[in-house]
T-cell receptor, first 116, second 117 residues
Framework: AQTVTQSQPEMSVQEAETVTLSCTYD???????LFWYKQPPSRQMILVIR??????QNATENRFSVNFQKAAKSFSLKISDSQLGDTAMYFC?????????????FGQGTELSVKP | GAGVSQTPSNKVTEKGKYVELRCDPI?????LYWYRQSLGQGPEFLIY????????DSGLPNDRFFAVRPEGSVSTLKIQRTERGDSAVYLC???????????????FGPGTRLTVL
């Protein structure tokens, strides 16, 4: 079975600074996706960024980028130029590619506070 | 267009009662997922529908939980004989579907917060 672990329950960063959120996972699969989701107090889960395991290049989306280390089963999220609106819970998630219908397996979450 | 909607937003019930939680997916999305998020935790998968059929219900915790999607659109999660441990936010997500391993993004609703007293 796959597991996802986020070892940082809480993080804080000053506005305009850079912060990195950690995630490790365990799987015997070779083909999968990894995701970072943001959940603000409104509870709506919003996709931040995704990474295909077969791609060596790290994904980037504007101020958000990942450091994907497949051999180490590590998938960290870097947020550059942090903004107050980035304050939220962040969840790392795993999706197996085949035969499981696309269900997501989430980590426990990291609560990020961006301070002015 | 409209996103995934869930009703009610909040539901308070008493131990032992029956509850129904509704999910309206994005129009045309064939895949629908239910997740449960306990306080301070990440969401946990409950059940996945492809069309009208439950393709994977391996996450349902016990036989008090049941979900239906009779016409392949709206889905209802039903919980019988509720217990205090059922208190959580129940999230629904939909996606265009999954074919041959091609990724389709899941779009989440705002969830229903269930409180069992």
């Amino acid at each position: 079975a796959q597991t996802v672990t986020q070892s940082q329950p809480e993080m804080s960063v000053q506005e305009a600074e850079t912060v990195t959120l950690s995630c490790t996972y365990d799987t015997s699969e070779n083909n999968y996706y990894l995701f970072w989701y943001k959940q603000p107090p409104s509870r709506q889960m919003i996709l931040v960024i995704r990474q295909e395991a077969y791609k060596q290049q790290n994904a980037t989306e504007n101020r958000f980028s990942v450091n994907f280390q497949k051999a180490a089963k590590s998938f960290s999220l870097k947020i550059s130029d942090s903004q107050l609106g980035d304050t939220a819970m962040y969840f790392c998630a795993f999706m197996r590619l085949y035969n499981q219908g696309g269900k997501l397996i989430f980590g426990q979450g990291t609560e990020l506070s961006v301070k002015p | 267009g409209a996103g995934v909607s869930q009703t009610p937003s909040n539901k308070v019930t008493e131990k032992g009662k029956y509850v129904e939680l509704r999910c309206d997916p994005i129009s045309g999305h064939t895949a629908l997922y239910w997740y449960r998020q306990s306080l301070g935790q990440g969401p946990e998968f409950l059940i996945y529908f492809q069309g009208t059929g439950a393709a994977d219900d391996s996450g349902l915790p016990n036989d008090r939980f049941f979900a239906v999607r009779p016409e392949g659109s709206v889905s209802t999660l039903k919980i019988q004989r509720t217990e205090r441990g059922d208190s959580a936010v129940y999230l629904c997500a939909s996606s265009p579907g999954l074919a041959g391993g091609v990724y389709n993004e899941q779009f989440f609703g705002p969830g229903t917060r269930l409180t069992v007293l």
